[in-house]
């Protein structure tokens, strides 16, 4: 999508943190972080909502959550994160192209 800022930063067009990508996804650092490491993990997809993506893209989401698992060490996660994607308004989605949140590297606050 030609407005989204995730597929802007995807193509070089706005400036990341880029710290992995391969063909399928992307994890780049948050420029508004929520805890002493906030990743944010990318599929290459542009779908605004899970219920819109692809069924490869749903796939994909697995893989990617298995990957951070497998990376935690190399991440600064060894001790445990929390991972998030916020749906609708509600939950505060601010980019209309799914991303899964990756916090940690302190004790996170109990929700
Ligand atoms: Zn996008």
Known sequence: MEDCVFCKIR???????KLYEDKDF?????????????????????????????EEGVLLLGKIIHKIALNRDKLGLKNGYR???????????TVGHIHI????????KEF
């Open 83 to 93: 991972l998030l994607i916020n749906q609708g308004e509600d939950a505060g989605q």
């Open 101 to 108: 949140h990756i916090l940690g590297g302190e004790k996170l």
């Open 11 to 17: 193509k070089g067009e706005l400036p990341s943190t």
């Open 26 to 54: 992307m994890v780049i650092k948050d420029i508004n972080p929520q805890a002493k490491i906030h990743l944010i993990a990318i599929p290459h997809e542009h779908a605004p909502y899970i219920d819109m993506m692809t």
